[in-house]
């Protein structure tokens, strides 16, 4: 009996740690920039994905969506829109420690965009650095609003993607 005791006790205290790591960020804010384009996001009534290369002779590293020349659109199910939009706004996603530095080169693979009357929010994940950049609007020359590292939820993101591009042998080999 008193090792159940102590083990309720030390489950419930890491509960408690957890909730409040996690309860502190404010994903609209840290991730997004503002309440209103995450509202955006929410309510977009179309999502879509492209596959993103590097265009050639520009440089490596950018997040500027218009140095990535682009597939065609791929469309998304509702069901793995619904996991995107889940996964972008838990905050249990991000990596939010403050001491990370990550030493790779940007390349963004994937772009979802987002639509909906307000405004289009686009995403563009790097599977390398496990960076996602956030951008509003269509301008594909602005910076991200804002950046943020997935790490956490890297596997679920990786699942949803390769759903989304069954044939495509790149995303087909992201572990």
Request: with cysteine.
């Amino acid at each position: 009996m008193p090792v159940t005791i102590a083990v309720s006790i030390l489950l419930l205290a890491a509960s408690a740690y957890l909730y409040r790591r996690v309860a502190r960020h404010n994903v609209a804010h840290q991730v997004f920039g503002s309440q209103q384009l995450l509202n955006a996001l929410n309510t977009a009534d179309e999502v879509a994905a492209q596959r993103l290369h590097y265009r050639e002779g520009r440089p490596k590293g950018s997040d500027k969506l218009d140095d990535y020349v682009r597939d065609e659109i791929a469309p998304i199910a509702a069901a793995q829109a619904l996991e995107v939009k889940r996964l972008l706004q838990d905050a249990s996603s991000y990596d939010w420690s403050t001491d990370s530095t990550k030493s790779c080169v940007l390349d963004y693979g994937v772009l979802l965009t987002f639509r909906s009357r307000q405004r289009p929010v686009r995403v563009a994940l790097c599977f390398n650095c496990l960076t996602l950049g956030i951008y509003d609007g269509a301008d594909d020359t602005a910076k991200p609003v804002h950046t943020a590292e997935f790490d956490p939820a890297r596997k679920q993101f990786t699942m949803v993607i390769k759903s989304i591009f069954p044939t495509d042998r790149e995303i087909q080999a992201l572990r």
